[in-house]
């Protein structure tokens, strides 16, 4: 591989985490934090509970510290399960690792569109710009003050990709994939976005069942930009 191929194959990503390092900074290098709604209500004292937890000074089975008494662990939300939860906990505090951890999400999802639009053959310049216009975007940016939201739709890029490479060639590694992204993605805490992506996913293929060949059509007539 040249070196010309191998810098245009890393700034893409390279440019991702620079942006989103830019926009986290405060959170990530001044102590800032964000706050807004469910973040401070749900999202940062439940990463604080597993915080807690690993340290030995907090049950999640049944915690006192909500309400009369909560079982926590049950709660969807706090996405207790999922393992970069587990990381971020057992590295920092929970609203360090909550800032940190949207910090992650932003990348995961902006790099996921990307990866999924060169997969359907848009260019480089196409595919980034696509993958900045998500991730950056206000109406998704919005979604990083609650925690189990952020983290559950970054993945959807990669669901929809794992589940083009399972249709393009079931075999037993691409469904592994397809359901580790699955698995995921249910952990994350909010299943709202997992039951959308698994209608998208049936209605995907009974379109492109019905309608594949028209797709094809269009697409060798019209190309990729």
Known sequence: MSVHRLVLGFAPFTLIIALA???FWPALFHGASLVDADALVFSIPLQDALVKFL?????LLWSNMWSGGYPAFAEGQGAFAHPLNWIAAALTDGRTGFNILQWVYVIVAAYGTYYLCRKTGLSRGSSLFAALAVAFSQLWLKDHRNGAVSGTIALVP??????QNWLSKPDAK??????VVLCLMILSGYPP?????IVYFFVFIAVSAVFGSERRRYQAQFGTY
């Open 21 to 23: 390092t830019a926009a």
């Open 55 to 59: 340290q030995g000074d907090q049950s």
């Open 158 to 163: 990669w669901a929809i990709c794992a589940m």
């Open 174 to 179: 691409a469904a592994v994939r397809f359901g």
């Open 193 to 197: 976005i997992v039951h959308g992506a």
